[in-house]
């Protein structure tokens, strides 16, 4: 199979089970779950299907990893899952729900940059107008067109998705044209990142009240288990094929195609939580595929 058709068969697998991320935890939410705790709980799970996926196939490579190339991983994956995770759960804690909808997706642009500039992916205008058909299509599955007011919580955000963006630029880096598997990178996720989450969990008295308020909830709650086993395995599943998925394309492809995650989201949204959709969205998801078309056959996964 040639590397094009690798690369787009996982990252379609990353944004389906992305998507179902999503919609899982929303329904979560929705019962009454809180962000952080759920967020833990969640990463145990991945942690424990993780092992079972990665650590039969992948043991002796792990234990023999370069401690240079190990320490890179662990970070990436500290600033990825934990500096991320932190951001952005504070961030939507002080910003209306259009505009994190919205403002996670900024992610796109962040990515592009990043690997422009240290990875030296090629910035050609094929490649900056599908950004920008992919941005506006996005803004308008996920607010529906209505206008966006700024609020303090955006700039938590905006920080969410550099951590993001970071984390997969120095994965890229670590493991392109190596033989370092992207599942260990997976692997290696929620054993950097959990420690990390702990960390600002212990800090939580120091935040604003609207930050606190994220951080005071019960942490030993399992009263939506079902929510925190569907998001586990979602998660995990999401991330093999993130990093599958870069380890044989860009990080722009990458980052890029996901966007289709909107689309997805939008119509399991539709058919599972019977959510009414509007044509601004519908404008929105035919923009966002036409964008991911042209993305695919442009060549981006390899400049």
Not at 42 to 55: E, Y
Not at 109 to 129: P, R, S
Not at 228 to 235: A, C, L, Y
Request: aromatic share 12%.
């Amino acid at each position: 199979m040639s590397k094009s058709k690798l690369a787009f068969i996982n990252v379609f697998l990353l944004s389906l089970f992305w998507a179902l991320q999503i919609l899982t935890s929303k329904m979560g939410f929705t019962a009454g779950a809180k962000a952080i705790p759920f967020t833990l709980q969640s990463a145990f799970v991945a942690l424990i299907l993780l092992s079972l996926i990665v650590l039969p196939k992948h043991y002796k490579q792990i234990i023999s990893l370069p401690k240079k190339v190990l320490l890179g991983l662990l970070l990436a994956n500290a600033i990825h899952f934990g500096f991320g995770g932190f951001f952005s759960n504070s961030g939507v804690a002080m910003t209306s729900a259009v505009n994190a909808g919205f403002l996670v997706k900024f992610a796109l642009v962040t990515t592009i940059l990043l690997a422009w500039i240290f990875l030296k992916e090629k910035m050609t205008w094929t490649k900056a107008i599908a950004v920008l058909i992919m941005v506006f299509g996005s803004y308008l599955i996920s607010t529906k067109g209505q206008p966006i007011v700024p609020k303090i919580g955006d700039l938590l955000i905006v920080l969410a998705c550099f951590s993001w963006s970071i984390g997969n630029i120095l994965v890229r880096k670590a493991i392109k044209d190596t033989e370092v598997s992207g599942d260990v990178v997976s692997f290696l996720r929620p054993i950097a990142g959990i420690p990390v989450l702990l960390f600002f969990v212990l800090l939580s008295p120091l935040y604003p009240a609207q930050i606190q308020n994220v951080f005071n909830a019960n942490y030993f709650d399992f009263r939506f288990y079902p929510y925190v086993i569907g998001s586990g395995i979602f998660t995990a599943l999401l991330w093999i094929f993130l990093n599958r998925t870069l380890k044989v394309a860009t990080a722009s492809y990458m980052t890029m195609m996901s966007m289709m995650t909107s689309v997805f989201v939008a119509i399991l949204a539709v058919l599972i939580l019977k959510e009414q959709i509007v044509l601004a969205q519908i404008f929105g998801g035919i923009l966002t595929i036409l964008a991911g078309i042209i993305t695919h056959y442009s060549g981006v996964d390899k400049k």
